[in-house]
């Protein structure tokens, strides 16, 4: 169900932000984008729930212990290790792509700056697709391979964009990074939660994320 929202949002985000940017201008869906984020924090901060009853006693901690108990994870599990390098450098190229989604429409697609939100609607609608693909590999192994698959696909098609001159072919390469995305997601997070301890898999989660 995760990777289902965040593909959703990757094809209706850059939908709602044109809408937003066409009634508000830029300043009005920046405006909007910051609201929404705090609505989306107050919200969460509302939430809450029963605490389940544990059979050991829970020791006091720190943020920074909880930190450090993280980091000991990854230097004692070589895999967890491979897993959050490769989960860096998909992040860090996911960032280039905001950049670079502008830089290809312009100057490589000449689509102008409308054309830089069509790309990313391309890649938002693969993960959609790709995200109902990944469903199909439920209950079955090689969820390594998926995963390291996913990552080069997350490379891949941006290089072959550098030959590329026609949108439609842009737009299909755009929607295979959307599909790794997906697949990348949906096994590097089943693989974590089955190679981390499970007593320190929340302190190790909220460590990774940030």
Do not use: K, M
Request: net charge neutral; glycine share 12%.
């Amino acid at each position: 169900v995760p990777g289902h929202h965040d593909s959703s949002t990757a094809l209706l985000g850059p939908r709602a932000a044109g809408a937003l940017v066409a009634l508000l201008d830029v300043e009005g869906a920046s405006a909007g984008a910051a609201l929404a984020a705090w609505w989306g924090g107050w919200l969460i901060a509302r939430v809450t729930f029963e605490a389940p009853p544990r059979v050991e006693a829970v020791q006091s901690s720190s943020p920074w212990q909880d930190l450090r108990e993280s980091a000991a994870v990854v230097r004692r599990l070589p895999s967890v290790r491979v897993l959050c390098v490769l989960f860096c450098t998909q992040t860090f190229t996911r960032g280039c792509f905001s950049v670079f989604a502008i830089v290809v429409s312009i100057r490589l697609l000449d689509t102008g700056e409308a054309g830089a939100g069509v790309l990313t609607g391309a890649f938002g609608l693969g993960a959609v697709l790709g995200s109902f693909a990944a469903s199909l590999l439920i209950g079955r192994a090689g969820f390594a391979r998926w995963f390291g698959i996913g990552v080069a696909l997350w490379g891949l098609p941006f290089a072959a964009l550098a030959y590329v001159s026609q949108p439609v072919v842009a737009y299909g390469l755009l929607g295979l990074v959307g599909v790794a995305n997906a697949v990348e997601d949906v096994t590097g997070f089943t693989l974590l939660q089955r190679l981390v301890p499970d007593a320190v898999l929340g302190r190790f989660f909220g460590a990774f994320e940030a």
